[in-house]
């Protein structure tokens, strides 16, 4: 068996899977101290553990449609 995969997920990708929401709500969803912390701080933004993601979204945003995973 091989390794497991690690799943990342960015601002993008978040906005995506909340139902496009505007990037302005974006960064003020992940700036509160209830979501995760990021993984990674890159030249192009900040990355996420999809699996600590999708938990929050799961606990905070039951209703929010599913995303492409």
Excluded: C, N
Excluded at 24 to 53: E, H, N
């Amino acid at each position: 068996m091989g390794a497991p995969v690690l799943r990342l997920m960015g601002a993008h990708e978040i906005r995506l899977r909340l139902g496009k929401i505007s990037r302005q709500r974006v960064y003020q969803i992940t700036s509160g101290s209830d979501f995760p912390k990021p993984v990674a701080d890159l030249a192009q933004g900040k990355v996420w553990l999809g699996s600590q993601v999708e938990a929050w979204i799961a606990e905070h945003r039951p209703d929010s449609e599913r995303g492409d995973k």
